[in-house]
């Protein structure tokens, strides 16, 4: 990126280029004073991507099983309702995305994740194939287009060194939380049954309810995401051209500071400039004699 090339040229022309043990040595010390400084952070975004993790998986992972275990549908129906649900996701992508930039992360994570609330009954409540594909595409246009806000409103949220260590981490923390949806939603149809009518043999059987057990799970964690999303913070459309890298040393803590100061200093060199231009200042900072008169007057 430009801010490590930067930071690259700058020490070359310092002679202080460190090696690859010294900026591992300078990482890790960095690492546990932005973890002091911002513990409240890396919890709050580890518990917002529990929930993501928790919201997308529980709505996928079981899916095909859904479709065809309760609904009894056929495995080539499955896969092209599965498929279905991933163009919704697709487009739901594009479109909070493109909100997002007008409306701000929260909001937008907030309506979409509400709009799935509002399609669970299309998802869960039909038997025939057009319904419930239908139900698929909107519950993963609404899933997926929360989740496509993530990558840049965890970037906007990081603390200015970490950009790049930050948001995986939180992410991958979130995801291991989770892992444990599907097998959640396979005990939960243990207990909670229903009865369908087989067309192949001609019976009713009795067969684990996993549309209930989807609809309640992701209506819980919906709802988790609304509020945590809410009390949250947003910094929409931070810059970190100026902050400092975290292989720098003794900058934990201090990146907002800095960026704002070297932003505050550019602003002032570049209005300087423009005065000289004008004629109102000369380069050594000091209003010309003529027009230090026409003041004075």
């Not at 004073?33 to 513990?39: D, G, I, P, R, T």
């Not at 260590?165 to 149809?189: C, D, H, K, R, W």
């Not at 243990?190 to 009713?204: M, P």
């Not at 100061?261 to 400039?273: A, G, P, V």
Request: aromatic share 8%.
């Amino acid at each position: 990126s430009k801010v490590f090339l930067r930071a690259r040229e700058e020490a070359r022309q310092k002679g202080t280029l460190l090696s690859e043990t010294q900026k591992t040595r300078i990482f890790l010390h960095e690492v546990k004073m932005m973890l002091k400084n911002e513990w409240v952070l890396c919890i709050y975004a580890v518990l917002l991507m529990t929930g993501f993790n928790f919201l997308s998986h529980g709505s996928q992972d079981l899916y095909p099983t859904y479709l065809k275990t309760t609904k009894g549908l056929s495995s080539h129906s499955a896969t092209v309702a599965t498929i279905i649900g991933n163009c919704g996701a697709i487009a739901g992508g594009v479109a909070a995305g493109w909100i997002s930039q007008r409306l701000g992360r929260r909001l937008t994570i907030i309506l979409f994740t509400l709009s799935i609330g509002a399609w669970i009954p299309l998802w869960i409540l039909p038997n025939s194939f057009g319904a419930l594909a239908a139900g698929a595409f909107f519950i993963q246009f609404g899933v997926q287009g929360a989740w496509g806000i993530i990558p840049v409103h965890l970037n906007e949220l990081s603390p200015a060194g970490f950009r790049s260590t930050f948001p995986g981490v939180a992410y991958q923390l979130g995801n291991m939380v989770s892992s444990a949806s599907a097998q959640i939603e396979a005990t939960a149809g243990d207990n909670l049954r229903t009865t369908i009518y087989n067309k192949a043999t001609g019976k009713y059987e009795e067969v684990p309810d996993y549309g209930k057990v989807q609809g309640i799970l992701i209506g819980v964690v919906a709802a988790f995401v609304v509020l945590w999303t809410l009390i949250g913070d947003e910094k929409h459309g931070r810059h970190f051209e100026n902050a400092k890298l975290a292989i720098e040393e003794d900058k934990a803590g201090k990146g907002e500071k800095d960026e704002a100061s070297i932003r505050n200093s550019q602003e002032r060199d570049s209005d300087k400039s423009e005065d000289i231009e004008r004629g109102s200042i000369n380069e050594k900072g000091k209003a010309p004699q003529g027009a230090q008169h026409i003041e004075d007057i």
